[in-house]
């Protein structure tokens, strides 16, 4: 389970926590990889981290790693 910097709290495997995250952007996007590489790029911005957008674990992890996601244990 995981917590984003908004309180919402999303759960389950790293491709549905992508879905999560889609359906409750407000922002649109053509590609799961336009998601990936948009969530990837302000999260970079945000952090000053590299964040990896290749594959829905890679994000997940990083977005962990860099604070952006946080695991609820």
């Known amino acids: 389970m ?4 908004g ?5 389950g ?3 549905q926590i992508i879905d999560q ?10 590609t799961r990889e336009d ?3 948009t969530y990837a790029s302000f999260a970079c911005d945000w952090t000053g981290k ?3 957008f290749h594959a829905d674990k890679d994000l997940v992890d990083d977005l962990i790693e ?4 946080k695991e609820q244990k």
């Open 2 to 5: 995981n917590k984003d910097e």
């Open 7 to 11: 309180g919402t709290i999303y759960s």
């Open 13 to 15: 495997t790293p491709s």
């Open 21 to 30: 995250i889609t359906t409750n952007s407000k922002l649109g996007f053509k």
């Open 35 to 37: 998601l990936r590489r």
């Open 50 to 52: 590299p964040v990896r």
């Open 66 to 69: 860099c604070g952006v996601l």
